[in-house]
């Protein structure tokens, strides 16, 4: 039995609690021999994929940074050790070749370089964050298109089998037909004709499904060549039965907002602007002084180890404060400030330029659900009048009222009919899907 083991990608997450990073991993179980859901497909791909693994390694690692950057409010504290090596040292215990010292750091004063140095390190781990939610959305998106594309092919293919059984019992009618005098034998080679169509289109539809059914894998992080059962779609098998859909009521000025709020790529952009203004702050804070404070322990090792009941003989301390002021750098500090100045009016036209870019995707996908709506309703309203109209044609032909040629277009309609209200179901729902992707809704 083929079994795949996964963390639970709903509740796997990178805490953030005073600095720590905190995994919470659920185990959970999904056998891929029996069928399954979207949701299901979506936990494993967020689990497998490797562009989530890729986020949640780059998040861990801007997460480090941030530490490493809180680290410098604390002094920094050194061993060290020394052995001196020359043809005037004598390699015996008589001469003082060994010293041993501790020696510590600590910046008293920076002028706020350092929290400006953790506001960066925090900025990028924001600017990370958002990031990789907008990974998530578009990667839950791409699995419920093609999950929705496997399910259309699978009743495309269903449909198109039925279609060809009745363009083949058609011929065989023919055939009888044509024996016993009724029709001509032009009429075999109609019903020939319609038949090598149906054919044909159950062929395309076929390979649709193969597609469907290797791009599905591939982006849950499988082979594109592992077998993948999807449960029964029961949204369409409810709308088959009521014919009823869910109609968007929001407005497309609603959405427009709601993605103003939720969109990652807003939130992502606005913590890059503030890195750049902590960046500013820095390149500033530069050219004022830094005190720093020294100490320094050493210990003579050779007179210590032969003479080790007077140690505070061979021991020494000092205590310094240092303090550093630029002076001349030939301009480099100030057109560091210049050049992030320039980069942060650079981000603020960025920022306008996706506030509209992003109006616009959501203005097209709210059109696209409109429309999706709307043609799922003629479609079904097609279905029922095509369907109307070939019983009536079927029962005309079978009093030889109608001609085979008037049964087989009505066939064909029916059959067309039939097919563009599997196609218009499952794009309505990629289209809703598309939609709440746009309004940075999608979960």
């Given at each position: 039995?083929?079994?795949?083991r996964i963390w639970s990608a709903l509740t796997f ?293 032969h003479d080790r009941e007077n140690f505070g003989d ?100 029916f059959a067309q009919a039939f097919t563009n209200q ?22």
């Open positions: 039995m083929v079994r795949r997450m990178l805490v953030i609690s005073g600095g720590q990073a905190i995994a919470e991993n659920p185990e959970v179980e999904i056998n891929l021999l029996h069928p399954l859901a979207l949701e299901q497909c979506i936990q494993l791909a967020l689990e497998e994929s490797s562009d989530m693994r890729k986020a949640r390694l780059d998040f861990a690692v801007q997460n480090l940074r941030v530490k490493n950057s809180r680290a410098q409010y604390l002094p920094e504290i050194l061993l060290n050790g020394r052995y001196r090596f020359s043809k005037q040292a004598n390699f015996g215990f008589k001469h003082r070749n060994y010293d041993l010292g501790l020696a510590g750091r600590y910046t008293l004063w920076d002028h706020g370089q350092r929290e400006a140095n953790y506001s960066q390190a925090k900025e990028r781990r924001n600017a990370t964050e958002s990031r990789n939610e907008r990974i998530k959305q578009s990667l839950i998106f791409q699995m419920t298109q093609a999950y929705y594309d496997v399910l259309k092919s699978q009743e495309l293919v269903k449909v198109s089998t039925k279609i060809l059984a009745r363009s083949k019992e058609n011929t065989a009618a023919t055939e009888v037909h044509v024996q016993v005098g009724n029709l001509i034998p032009a009429d075999i080679a109609t019903s020939q004709v319609r038949e090598a169509n149906d054919e044909l289109n159950l062929l395309s539809n076929d390979n649709d499904l193969k597609i469907a059914k290797a791009t599905l894998p591939r982006l849950m992080g499988l082979k594109p060549g592992t077998s993948i059962a999807l449960a029964e779609d029961t949204d369409y098998d409810r709308y088959r039965e009521r014919g009823e859909i869910e109609i968007t009521e929001m407005s497309v000025k609603d959405a427009i907002q709601r993605a103003s709020t939720n969109r990652p790529e807003f939130k992502e952009i606005r913590s890059f602007l503030s890195q750049l203004e902590s960046d500013l702050t820095h390149a500033q804070l530069n050219r004022w002084p830094q005190l720093d404070a020294n100490f320094n322990y050493a210990v003579n090792l050779d007179d210590y180890l061979f021991r020494s301390w000092d205590f310094t404060t240092q303090l550093k002021f630029p002076i001349f750098d030939g301009g480099a500090t100030r057109r560091q400030g210049q050049e992030v100045a320039l980069l942060i009016e650079q981000t603020r036209e960025d920022a306008k330029d996706l506030e509209r870019s992003i109006a616009l995707e959501v203005r097209q996908a709210y059109l696209n659900v409109k429309r999706a709506e709307r043609a799922v309703q003629i479609s079904g309203t097609q279905v029922r009048n095509a369907e109307s109209s070939l019983e009536v044609i079927r029962g005309r032909f079978e009093q030889e009222l109608a001609f085979l040629l008037e049964l087989l277009d009505a066939q064909t309609e599997v196609r218009s179901f499952y794009d309505y729902k990629i289209a809703r899907s598309a939609l709440e992707h746009a309004m940075g809704t999608l979960k």
